[in-house]
């Protein structure tokens, strides 16, 4: 079966470093590019982050520039958001999500709850 | 590039047709998505490239618009159909951009 599955997942205290999973099966990961989304509580979604298949191209949104980094485990076939100085308005469900037949976000993860509060 | 929603939320009876909305802030050709959310589940992808239903979706959804001006439409609207709804561009590649979401609810 297809699937990708986030964890990592947590509370934290804000200024901490959280680091996010998304473990992909049925495919390879590597095959596609790949995005983070994230949505708060009671709010629409927010594109985060991307990847390209290659890991040659990489983009962030604005609110998460030089603090989040998006990369790939190959050997894990998953995909890794490594967070720090993390804020209260960094809580959020964070989603993976690829585009594995279409350019549109086909496959996504059922979301890894991030809580950031002292 | 920014994506505007309206209306913000819709009411509409079960039956009835609802007709959502969706403007880029700039030309996107047909590059746009429309994602489906019920709560405490992922988003699900029932259209792209403005007007293609995605795999498995019933063809009372339909799409239209490029450009600027998009739409999606739900011709009979069914108990499972009233969600959260979502646009987004995908014209620029790896810069993507969500709409503020369009909430459907029973009226």
């Known amino acids: 079966e297809v699937q990708l599955v986030e964890s990592g997942g947590n509370v934290v205290n804000p200024g901490g470093s959280l680091r996010l999973s998304c473990a992909a099966s049925g495919f390879n990961l590597d095959d596609i590019s790949m995005n983070w989304v994230r949505q708060a509580p009671g709010e629409g979604l927010e594109w985060l982050a991307s990847?390209?298949?290659?890991?040659?191209?990489?983009y962030y949104s604005d609110s998460i520039k030089g603090r989040f980094t998006i990369s790939r485990d190959t050997a894990d076939n998953s995909l890794v958001l490594q967070m720090t100085n993390l804020r209260a308005d960094d809580s959020a469900v964070y989603y993976c999500?690829?585009?594995?037949?279409?350019?549109?976000?086909?496959?996504w993860g059922q979301g890894t709850v991030v809580t950031v509060s002292s | 590039i920014l994506m505007t929603q309206s209306p913000a939320t819709l009411s509409v009876s079960p039956g009835e047709r609802a007709t959502l909305s969706c403007r880029a802030s700039?030309?996107?050709?047909?590059?746009l998505a429309w994602y489906q959310q019920k709560p405490g589940q992922a988003p699900r992808l029932i259209m792209y490239?403005?007007?293609t239903r995605a795999t498995g979706v019933p063809d009372r959804f339909s799409g239209s618009g490029s450009g600027t001006d998009f739409t999606l439409t739900i011709s009979s609207l069914q108990p499972e159909d009233f969600a959260l709804y979502y646009c987004?561009?995908?014209?620029?590649?790896?810069?993507?951009?969500f709409g503020q979401g369009t909430k459907l609810e029973i009226k």
């Open positions: 987004q561009q995908y014209s620029k590649w790896l810069l993507y951009s």
């Open positions: 990847i390209s298949s290659s890991s040659n191209f990489i």
């Open positions: 490239d403005a007007s």
């Open positions: 700039e030309d996107i050709r047909s590059d």
């Open positions: 999500a690829g585009g594995l037949q279409v350019h549109a976000f086909d496959i």
